[in-house]
């Protein structure tokens, strides 16, 4: 699978990446493939450091060691001007959304494609209301960003993301909290885009049946190493303990119930 | 004592890191002004939120400062026969000290906060992020057109200030206490030097409008990304504002009108 691939079908790339904050190491020595084309997942329970995986790919941030590639490029030795080349070639979806809130759906979606192209009104206006058109929210281009629910916020950043029809989205956690209905909706946006504009799609997230409903290969973080990998099905039968509790979504096994304390009985029988 | 030399050393470092970054800030916000020359629309607006909504609080405040100016300024000359002076004395106080002064402290507190509310609100909300990731620098496009219009605008506060400031005097002077009407104006037309007086108070307002731009931007980009965080900005963005235009006053002036 994505390990054996050959490096041209890599559009992302990670050897070696340690990353730490403060005295809390990140990662260590993760590496990981993302196969051209494809939906890959990464998965793990909540500050296993995800986002911060994807500011490292972004360029947002610079790992302590190890190397990036995205398309070929070496993320952080490029020069400021060409991260921001590089960077219109990404699309990310944030978590919030991240829209520009003193502008409508309209401008927001435009906002890219004024900043960096110099194409006339009217084509923009086209391009607009076609990638709105694919995220279903032609209607709501006059509506601001405050009078959006979040189903609806997400998709809007969603048609911003791919508005210069970029090679690949970063997803940063799509299915945190949406209601069934949005969620359905958002499993089969990402997995239509990713197929009818022929992206690849990277998504963050610790939502099991969603995830694995599109993706073609997960990568399971925790403690900053990848601790299991494969497609859905190969990790749904994982003979990892961890990679059982994590997909099940069991309260307790080789992650335990309660945070490290002192025995119970002590705790409770202590003076002070 | 170790505890407190370490806190102390924990102090400096940090504060010296802050302005280290701040200097940084400034540095890539004056690069990026060049950005904004040839898109004016970005500026216009900034100029409307930044100074335009300050015209109110100006108007008001200078009206009432050079009627306060008149008051006492008529009961003081008044004892040495002096009340036709009263022009001179509202005007040089005014376009001096007060205009400039004034009107920046009212400037930190109505558009300097509200700047660095939006800013650390933007990047709460992950907005200035989100622009990164467009590869929109977000210091050129966000910081940049704001810190103009504050730089261009707070001249133009203050000059008003002291225009309003001295009708007032005007207003209290000569309609209610009765000094002589022409005798106000003329001897303000003798006095006040124009090198002297009027452009002098414009350098400072030059002065403290960039500064307190500089402040109010810089601890929006800096704040912490929460609520807590960016109400603690906005006090400092008051505080500072506030210590740094009182502090470079002194300094001016002492330039200026001092042979120290």
Redesign the interface.
Known sequence: MANSASPEDNIVSISNLSFSRGPRKIFDAVSLEIQRGKVTAIMGPSGTGKTTLLKLI?G?LAPDRGQIHVDGQNVHRLKTREL??L??R???L???G????DMSVYDNVA??MR??THLPESMIRTLVLMKLHAVGLRGARHLMPNELSGGMARRV?LA?AIA?DPLMIMYDEPFTGQDPISKGALVHLIKSLNTTLGLTSIIVSHDVQETAAIADYIYVLSGGKIIGQGTPQELQQSDSEWVQQFMHGDADGPVHFHYSAPDYLDDLLASK | MFQFLQNLGKTTRSSFAKLGRASFFLSHTLTGISDVVPRPNLLIKQVYSVGVLSFLIITISGLFVGMVLGLQGFNILSDFGAEESLGVMVAASLVRELGPVVSALLFAGRAGSALTAEIGLMKATEQLSGMEMMAVDPIKRIISPRFLAGFLSMPLLAALFSAIGIMGGHLVGVGMLGVDDGAFWAQMQASIDFQEDIINGVIKSVVFGFVVSWIALFEGYDAIPTSEGVSRATTRTVVNSAFSVLALDFILTALMFGDI
């Open positions: 972004g947002q921001y080349e960077r219109k990404m699309g990310m944030f978590q919030s991240a829209l520009l809130t906002f890219p900043e960096h950043a911003r210069l």
